[in-house]
Each structure stands twice: as C-alpha cells, then as structure tokens.
C-alpha cells in the first residue's frame, strides 16, 4: 500500500492492476467487494460492469467508479478486452484541519455509489499512472511522479462528479484496511469451502478467537456470516447472469446436495432459486442475461505494503 497526503486528506493506494487481458480466463471472475474506491477504465474492447443488480456497459475509453462496499463483477467481455484499474481509499484529517478544497473533493467522492464518464483528459493520466506504476514495482523510481499523477487524477475526476447526499464513512485503522483487502480476496477465491475459517486465520497469522474479533470490527459478522453473505450474492450473480443449472450453480457455491442450496437461498430471500432467477429476468426483460464468459483477474494485481 502506498500511502500518502492529498491536500488535507489521507490517500492510501491499496493495489493497481498491471494487466487485465480477457485472454486470461483460470477461473470466473465472481462478484466481490472491498472497503475502497475502485476504478475501471476500459483501454479495449468491452464488458458489462456489474454492481448489486444493476448493470453498466463499458467500451473502449470509459472510465467507471465504484464505491466501497458495493458487490460487483464483469461481464460480457469481449475478446480484445482490456483494462487498467486501480484501487484507493481517501480519509479525512480532523475536521478543524480540512480546507475547503478537499472538502469538496471528499463531498463528491462520497456521494457516489457507481460513476461513469468517458475518461477524456483523464485517460492520458491513467496511462502515465501505469507507467508510473511499473517503475514503482520494479524499484527505479516512480514513487514521487506516481503520487502527483494519482493526486492530479483523483481531484479531475472529482470535478466531475456531482455531489449528492454525503454518506458515512466508516474509519478503519491501517491494519484494518489491511487485513480488510485480504479478507475479500479471501471470501473471493474460497466462498466454496466450508471449513476454511482456521485457513483464513492462517492466512491472516491469527488464532481463530482473533479472527473472529476481526470479522466482527470491519464487517459487524462472524465467518459463517459473512461466507453466506459471499455465497449469496455469488449465487445470484450466477442465477441473474447465465445459463447454468441449480445444480451446476448448488456445486459451484459449495452444497453438495442441490436441496441444501435451495434451503439456503429460500432462508436468505424467501425465494427458491428459480423463483428468484424467474423474478429478476421479468423485471429486467432478460437484459441482464450475459454471456457467461468472465475471467479472474485476482493474479494480476499488485498489492504494495
């Protein structure tokens, strides 16, 4: 993580993504989310982005900004597909110290659930961001021209944005933001398992009692918690965006008896599957229904400590 001043504020670069080629397709890229800002600008091709139950289309020189804590994935992506995105987060200083320009810059940043916008002036920064960024990883440098571009990128794109009603910031300590990152990757890549709470805690260099505290200071939920929490918003991801059987989908999550899975989704929306996937393809008139190509991108992020 690179941290850094931005004005009265405090700016914190969680993770840049060096190369985001469609080309590489390991695993499906799942729905997921993170205590931070995140941004897409699609440099080929295009996708759908989407975030809860709404979707997004992106094409080549789109930017698109995301809010914490907001379940999304891509969709659709096309064959040429490319992508640089970077991942942020922005606190203030105590209030008596905030001048009125970073005032509006966080006003603006924290109105925003899903913004998009042709990237425009922005796109050129971006690329010399990337740029700035490879010099960083491979230690010749970079670390001063990498912090002015992203500070200079970040208050343009806060011009750009119209400020509604502020929400709530939830403060978190370094470690905190930290371990939060880990964690969603974590649930991302792991949902399926039905044990792994003791592989977390491993990953994490906790004990099981202190994972638990964890859990329950950054996202107010133990494990099991949070895994259906993961489980529920993958499977509806499936259930709204392809074709595949309640079976295929009941495996893919983790159950190995299709019974159970269904058992679990009628607890958590008072729907079974089908009901659910029936309902969500007659309100949106079977638009949001991709392709089901997509593509884990989790290897091809550098994460700076």
């Known amino acids: 993580m690179l941290d850094f001043n931005l004005s009265s504020a405090n700016l914190c670069l969680i993770a840049f ?8 397709t390991e695993a499906p890229y799942y729905r ?19 975030v809860e139950e709404e979707s997004f289309p992106l094409k080549t020189g789109d930017l698109c900004l ?19 995105g970077l991942m942020f987060e922005i606190t203030p200083s ?13 006003n603006a940043l924290k109105s925003v659930k899903v913004f998009c916008l042709p990237a425009g002036n922005m796109a050129d920064t971006l690329m010399r961001i990337k740029e700035a960024a490879v010099l960083f990883e491979q230690k010749t440098g970079g670390t001063a021209k990498l912090k002015t571009l992203i500070e200079l990128f970040i208050i343009d794109l806060a011009e ?33 398992l039905n044990d792994g709470d003791s592989l ?77 996937r029936k309902e969500n393809r007659k309100n949106s008139g079977d638009h949001d229904k991709l392709p089901d190509i997509a593509v884990n991108q989790a290897a091809n992020i550098v994460i700076w400590k």
């Open 94 to 106: 105590p209030k008596e110290n905030i001048d009125k320009e970073t005032a509006s810059l966080l």
């Open 32 to 50: 997921h989310k993170h205590n931070s800002y995140e941004i897409h600008y699609i440099t080929a091709g295009s996708c759908t982005l989407r």
């Open 200 to 276: 977390l805690a491993e990953t994490l260099c906790v004990s099981s009692r202190q994972l638990d505290r964890i859990l329950k200071k950054i996202y107010g939920k133990g494990f099991r918690e949070k895994l259906l929490e993961v489980r529920l918003e993958i499977a509806k991801d499936f259930l709204y965006t392809t074709d595949k059987s309640i079976v295929e989908i009941s495996e893919l999550i983790g159950y190995i008896r299709p019974a159970n899975f269904s058992t679990f989704i009628k607890s958590m929306t008072g729907k079974t599957p089908s009901a659910l």
């Open 66 to 84: 995301t809010a914490p804590g907001l379940y999304h994935s891509l969709k659709n992506m096309s064959a040429d597909f490319d992508r640089i």
């Open 17 to 24: 993504d060096k190369n985001y080629n469609a080309t590489n």
């Open 160 to 192: 750009h944005i119209d400020s509604h009603k502020t929400q709530e910031a939830v403060e978190f300590s370094s470690l905190d933001k930290r371990r939060s990152y880990m964690i969603d990757n974590f649930f991302h890549a792991n949902f399926h």
